[in-house]
């Protein structure tokens, strides 16, 4: 599978992700086509799940916001952690379209992008990801599931990917 770059104690300490400031937000994951249907084969509510193959936000009182209707607020994990979505997986790297063009980009509201951006470590695994990203099978899962390239704002777009 992929290699994670950020610890998994530092992202279960982080407040960031997994909360939406719209119920239908761009950042929401969306899912791969056997994702859905793997996700639907463990019995979780297909009403989770929007047509456009997002995955729902509900909404979250106590912070006027919404949160990922897998995310747990008690204890800030996942609920579908171990078999998280793909976009979850890479997150806070995204597949961002830009006119028509698609990159490798980062959400530099993520704290351990923005304090380990310059990071030598961190170059490497932008690198790592370019060249997963640009594998054929990576290119032939893109092209196959147009949903999870989306248009994101205030991102900062790595590289370009060859589909």
């Known amino acids: 599978m992929i290699k994670q770059a950020i610890p998994k104690d530092y992202c279960l300490s982080c407040v960031g992700c997994c909360r939406f400031s719209e119920q239908d937000s761009v950042w929401l994951p969306c899912l791969l086509n056997e994702e859905t249907q793997e996700l639907l084969k463990k019995n979780f509510p297909p009403l989770l799940i929007s047509q456009e193959k997002k995955i729902?936000?509900?909404?979250?009182?106590?912070?006027?916001?919404?949160?990922?209707?897998?995310f747990q607020l008690k204890d800030n994990k996942c609920a579908i952690y171990a078999f998280r979505p793909f976009e979850c997986r890479i997150y806070p790297f995204?597949?961002?379209?830009?006119?028509?063009?698609?990159?490798?980009?980062?959400?530099?509201?993520?704290?351990?992008?923005?304090?380990?951006?310059?990071?030598?470590?961190f170059k490497e695994y932008?690198?790592?990801l370019?060249?997963?990203?640009?594998?054929?099978?990576r290119i032939k899962i893109l092209k196959n599931n147009p949903q999870i390239i989306q248009i994101y704002k205030d991102v900062l777009n790595l590289a370009e990917l060859n589909l």
């Open 56 to 70: 729902h936000s509900l909404p979250n009182p106590k912070h006027n916001n919404f949160v990922c209707s897998f």
């Open 94 to 121: 995204l597949i961002n379209r830009k006119a028509d063009k698609v990159f490798l980009a980062v959400d530099l509201r993520c704290t351990f992008v923005k304090e380990n951006l310059e990071n030598q470590k």
């Open 126 to 128: 932008i690198r790592y």
């Open 130 to 137: 370019n060249n997963f990203f640009n594998s054929p099978a």
